[in-house]
């Protein structure tokens, strides 16, 4: 059928109008051979926009159609289901990018952006006069989801995945969900009590029938693809049969080896088997090979004495378990900044300056001073100032801001108050940002109870002989320099990417931001889904949130992940390649080249030759253009397509 | 009138089309000599397309995947790397000079690297002069 093409030229407001010249690009794409209609459009993705497309589709029998506007990675699927709807077939498109690529890049050359234009077009519509109609296929999904990670966004992420029928696999690298939410006391700006609504939501993971909770646990592989993953999940051995283990603690009583606690960020002690916090989920025992004497030394076993149950196993085994699941939602969460990197704040030299985090465990009622915030010399603060955005908005460090660590030091703040209304609490900020619900009307409370904010952050701190903190530092709103001395400091230390980060960016194979978070498919549109089918983001993983926002995104992740699994299909794309069998020689080039093991070797007419395995195939090309005899093509991106588009570019 | 060169370029849809497209969105300048074909892979570029590019008049032809150990087609950048090598190889025997033909990376959150990498190679053609294998003195 001969072509018959219709070419769209966008103005897209002022976006591509603004700088490429639509009128001359449109009269040239009438030029072009098979063209026939061109048209300019102010905005061609509207309803007025799709409708002329249809109208002219019937009314021209056009067959092919060419669309001049933003990236293809926009508004190529919304063009697609207009084609279809006006039934031609979707894969009958062609995109020319003459806003990303044209009129955004060249905004300050004009006739540049506008030859551009029109070589784009040009090149465009040469590849449309050789597209061809290809066929969607559907494929079966597992209806159930791994989540990675067990804070507070992959524990709302499960349950609400679970609470939709979901099969959900959730997969915690420490003994107890809960992630850096347990360790909080209160949270902003309300002072509700962390533990109080983080808790039930545990509880509710570990009794909920629909969901499969693998604490103490990684995931070290996945394969696979959208709708039917394949993930191998690593069961680290807790030498203490989690079937058994009533949670009673007799043991830990009966253990002689205190160590840090990693919960209590090192100021409380732990036995060598424990639980990190008494609210843990599950409420198993864990044996850290590291410390226990057992396990070190060959001698002691006090607690397989104590133990009523019998559940310590000193002979258990890391083991793999795989699960199949049809998308993969990660909630890794985020790391601490490490004080330390700034020497001059004196942070792990003098006792008393200590971290945001830190004080959330001294002010806890199960953290180790039982609840009261004391000095190394366990007395109360009588002053205590607050340092903000340390490692954060900082060319040094990390850039970003942390988002939370102004919200943090109002609650803290707050929380030194309410114990002594007399307490002296300073906050060193270089701006004090509280945005959000309720936050603004917060850091107005702690001005009136008389928390004093200072507009600048000190370069050092020192120790006088008494124990004291002392610091100078310039308030630039009055441009006085202030001298402080203090019993606290407290460093509000920022937020990075997680440690599990670059290890499950190349596991899942998908991107990151410069900053080293996670990156999303649209920074506004698809905020919670990765560039790769199937898998999405939930939390801090992906940016810095607070538990709010946390939560919300979790929802969101887990509605996407939902959406994509409740049909019980998900369609895949044709852009596959396709070996023509009277050309192939069977040299089995393409069968060795293919990661995904999609091209087999099958008799035909009675020699062996190459076929692709459509629902294998990812659409790469890579066996395309490894084949000698030219004997494979790639659906969408056909040898005939390319070098009508080189030639297109190349001026001929 | 001074002679501008003339880019093609092969850019994997999911890293290095996505940087493009960031790099436009972010407002960030760069030369309008290129211009580009997208791919779904880096390994989808036969050699033969980038000589046929060069055949046909480009001055330079830049082939840009996902960073190593990032395809998202698990190793295609690899694969489209060591052709790209060889073909580089064999440019120099033809007597032609193989910094026309560029391989790199760019992921989709670097736009600003995509900016620098056209702007050097443009002016890297520059240097070179125009390409002696185009078949006719194109139009400019």
Same mark, same amino acid.
């Given at each position: ?96 990018? +003459? ?38 296929? !559907? ?28 099969? &959900?696999?959730? &997969? ?51 394969? *696979? ?103 993969? +939602? ?145 308030? %630039? ?21 997680? !440690? ?78 396709? &070996? ?19 091209? %087999? ?39 005939? %397509? ?11 | ?61 830049? &082939? ?20 790209? +090598? ?10 032609? !000079? ?30 070179? *002069? ?11």
């Amino acid at each position: 059928m001969k072509p018959r093409i219709g070419v769209y030229v966008c103005h897209c407001g002022t976006n591509i109008a603004g700088v490429v010249n639509v009128e001359e690009v449109t009269n040239y794409a009438a030029t072009l051979p098979d063209v026939v209609v061109a048209r300019d459009m102010m905005y061609t993705c509207s309803d007025p926009g799709q409708n002329t497309i249809k109208e002219d589709i019937e009314k021209h029998g056009l067959n092919r159609v060419v669309i001049a506007a933003c990236s293809p990675k926009m508004h190529e699927n919304t063009f697609r289901k207009t084609l279809a709807s006006a039934g031609l077939n979707p894969y009958l498109l062609e995109i020319a990018n +003459i806003r990303e690529q044209v009129s955004w890049a060249h905004f300050r050359e004009r006739d540049k952006a506008t030859e551009k234009a029109k070589v784009l077009v040009k090149a465009a519509v040469a590849k449309a006069r050789l597209l061809e109609p290809l066929e969607k296929k !559907e494929m079966p999904v597992e209806r159930s989801v791994l989540v990675i990670g067990g804070g507070v966004a992959g524990i709302q992420a499960a349950l609400d995945l679970a609470e939709a029928g979901l099969k &959900v696999y959730l &997969v915690e690298k420490s003994p107890s969900i809960g992630g850096h939410m347990a360790q909080l006391n209160k949270t902003f700006p309300t002072i509700d009590c962390s533990a109080c609504i983080l808790t039930p939501k545990m509880v509710d993971v570990a009794n909920h029938p629909n969901i499969t909770l693998l604490a103490y646990s990684e995931v070290v592989k996945v394969e *696979g693809y959208v709708g039917n993953f394949e993930a191998t999940i690593l069961r680290k051995a807790r030498y203490v049969d989690e079937d058994l283990c009533a949670g009673c603690g007799a043991c830990a009583d009966a253990c002689p080896r205190k160590v840090p606690n990693e919960f209590d960020v090192g100021l409380g002690k732990r036995k060598a088997i424990y639980v990190p916090f008494p609210q843990a989920v599950p409420l198993k025992y864990t044996i850290d090979p590291a410390s226990c004497l057992y396990m070190k030394y060959g001698r002691c076993k006090l607690c397989v004495k104590a133990c009523p149950r019998g559940a310590i196993n000193f002979d258990q085994k890391d083991e793999e378990v795989k699960v199949r699941v049809g998308a993969i +939602i990660v909630a890794v969460g985020f790391k601490v900044f490490d004080a330390r990197k700034i020497p001059s704040l004196g942070y792990g030299k003098y006792k008393n300056v200590i971290t945001g985090i830190e004080l959330e465990r001294l002010s806890n009622a199960s953290g180790p001073t039982g609840g009261v915030v004391l000095t190394a010399s366990g007395e109360r603060p009588k002053s205590v100032a607050f340092i903000q955005c340390v490692g954060s908005r900082d060319l040094n460090h990390n850039s970003w801001c942390c988002r939370i660590g102004c919200m943090a030091t109002l609650k803290q703040a707050f929380l030194i108050k309410e114990e002594d209304p007399d307490a002296e609490v300073y906050v060193c900020h270089i701006d004090m940002r509280t945005a959000g619900k309720g936050y603004e009307e917060f850091y107005r409370r702690l001005r009136e109870m008389g928390v004093r904010f200072i507009h600048g952050v000190p370069s050092e701190i020192f120790e006088d002989a008494d124990g004291k903190l002392r610091f100078n530092v310039f308030d %630039q709103t009055t441009g006085h320099m202030i001298e402080l001395k203090v019993d606290m400091v407290v460093l509000q230390t920022g937020l990075e990417p997680a !440690e599990d980060v670059e290890k499950l960016q190349k596991m899942l194979n998908v991107s990151l931001s410069p900053e080293g978070f996670f990156l999303e498919a649209h920074p506004k549109l698809q905020p919670v889904e990765a560039s790769t089918r199937g898998i999405f983001f939930a939390g801090c993983c992906h940016s810095p949130k607070d538990i709010a926002e946390t939560v919300a995104h979790a929802s969101a992740a887990a509605a996407k992940a939902i959406t994509l699994l409740s049909k019980g299909k998900v369609d895949v794309e044709p852009l596959t390649a396709s &070996v023509n069998p009277e050309i192939c020689s069977g040299c089995e080039v393409c069968t060795g080249i293919c990661p995904y093991r999609a091209i %087999q070797l099958m008799e035909y007419e009675g020699r062996r030759r190459a076929k692709v395995i459509d629902v294998l195939c990812q659409g790469c090309g890579a066996c395309v253009a490894a084949c000698p005899s030219n004997a494979i093509e790639m659906k969408g991106f056909t040898e005939k %397509q390319i070098l009508a588009q080189i030639d297109a570019l190349t001026g001929g | 009138m001074e002679y501008e060169p003339l880019i093609v370029a092969f850019l994997c849809n999911w890293c290095s089309y996505a940087g493009a497209d960031l790099a436009g969105m972010s407002r960030m300048e760069y030369p309008a000599n290129i211009r580009v074909i997208r791919v779904m892979c880096s390994s989808r570029v036969d050699p033969a397309h980038v000589l046929y590019a060069l055949k046909r008049g480009a001055d330079g032809v830049l &082939v840009s995947g996902c960073h190593p150990g990032d395809c998202h087609y698990i190793n295609g950048n690899h694969r489209a790397k060591r052709r790209i +090598i060889l073909l580089k190889e064999l440019l120099r025997q033809m007597g032609v !000079e193989p910094e026309r033909v560029k391989i790199d990376w760019v992921s989709a959150s670097e736009g600003e690297r995509f900016t620098r990498i056209v702007k050097e190679f443009v002016e890297e053609l520059r240097k070179l *002069g125009p390409n002696p294998l185009k078949e006719d003195a194109r139009e400019v």
